[in-house]
């Protein structure tokens, strides 16, 4: 079974940093694209980054770029998302979700709570 | 990098059909057959309905269908229940490895 756990959200205070991780179990996860997705409370989802299998390509949405960094560890099964500078407006639940056929996010995970707050 | 524009709710009595549609231009949908739709229950993460415009993941019923025509994107649920009652996003690719996701529509069953 496929599954996917988050962990490393919190309270933080603008300006400062967090790192995020997502645990990936049932698969081989050195065979998919990985990605973050984030979702404002009451607000829709919104695409952060995706990462290609061998850490080779990156790439971001606009409004985390030089803030945040994606990577991965294929031999712990884990993906992370580093970041930096924090914005009241990254306040989010932020998903790992795997990436699968047709540009499809095809399983998440449950999802960890990260809050800008001072 | 907008955000594909949906209905922000969407009603019918259990049996009937709902259609939801996903607006975007011709540098996303309509420039790719990548939408994908996700159902997502209140405090839980969404799943995949529909991916590659119109195929349906295993598992998924098939009253969940979808379609595009030009730069808009279409879900319909028909023979709608009580359990289709729950959110629902379109996304697209965009190019350049860039995604978009929709604004989200509620759809309620009377």
């Known amino acids: 079974e496929v599954q996917l756990v988050e962990s490393g959200g919190g309270l933080v205070q603008p300006g400062g940093s967090l790192r995020l991780s997502c645990a990936a179990s049932g698969f081989t996860l050195r065979s998919y694209w990985m990605s973050w997705v984030r979702q404002a409370p009451g607000k829709g989802l919104e695409w952060v980054a995706n990462i290609k299998e061998d850490e080779s390509e990156k790439y971001y949405v606009d409004s985390v770029k030089g803030r945040f960094t994606i990577s991965r560890d294929n031999a712990k099964n884990s993906l992370y998302l580093q970041m930096n500078s924090l914005r009241a407006e990254d306040t989010a639940i932020y998903y790992c979700?795997?990436?699968?056929?047709?540009?499809?996010?095809?399983?998440w995970g449950q999802g960890t709570l990260v809050t800008v707050s001072s | 990098q907008s955000a594909l524009t949906q209905p922000r709710s969407v009603s019918g009595s259990p049996g009937q059909s709902v259609t939801i549609s996903c607006a975007g231009t011709?540098?996303?949908?309509?420039?790719?057959?990548?939408v994908s739709w996700y159902q997502q229950y209140p405090g839980k993460a969404p799943k995949v309905m529909i991916h590659?415009?119109?195929e349906r993941p295993s598992g998924v019923p098939d009253r969940f269908s979808g379609s595009k025509s030009g730069n808009t994107a279409s879900l319909t649920i028909s023979g709608l229940q009580s359990e289709d009652e729950a959110d629902y996003y379109c996304?697209?690719?965009?190019?350049?490895?860039?995604?978009?996701f929709g604004t989200g529509t509620t759809v309620t069953v009377l």
């Open positions: 590659g415009v119109s």
């Open positions: 979700a795997r990436y699968g056929i047709s540009a499809t996010y095809d399983y």
């Open positions: 011709s540098s996303d949908v309509g420039g790719y057959n990548y």
């Open positions: 996304c697209s690719f965009a190019g350049s490895h860039i995604y978009v």
